[in-house]
């Protein structure tokens, strides 16, 4: 439901302007979907390749420093040798690895997140699709690992924004259709909003 469209239903109703404006600003909370949480590592390591681009790094610290202040404990590392990054194809237990895409993985989108729960379940959540949670699960599915990949087409403030959004993807996040918030699905329309990705922050499973 739009905002001015609750306005009007209000004022229709009779309803005083106080009351307007406390349902315009409930209204304007988006609806922010959380069916996977990270419950058994914390904090959550997020390992880059030493091999990304310098404004990839700087995008994904500004993402990290924007999580953090919402409340979620992360830890960034660049990869050491005794840390790979990947194993037999697949991101190591309890992390959240972050890569550059190849000419082999890579999409039309600025950034992809694939996401593996504990129970072995894969998730590609670069096209997050709200049939996600078909088995009906009303809790949030365990996270075991993560794997991010960032383009190199994009500038710094575009990197910014698709490691923002893949990194709230790799907490667990769906995308939101509100223009301007940072779960958006398109980078055009993806903004600085991070209304509802706090920790403690009501969201639907
Ligand atoms: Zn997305």
Redesign the pocket.
Known sequence: MSLSLVIVVGLAAGATATAGVLLAHRAAQPQIQRPFAWSRAQPVQVLYDPALQPHQVDALRAAVDTFTCLGHDLQLEAAVPDAPLVIEGKPASGRITVTSMTPHTRTSDAGATTLWSVNGSRYN??G?RKDLIRDGAQRALDIDRVRIELDTLYDAAGTVRAAT?ELG?ALGYL?CNREGHT?H?LLEKMGLDTTGLGVGDPVRL
């Open positions: 959540l670069g997050a959004h993807h995308d779960m699905p």
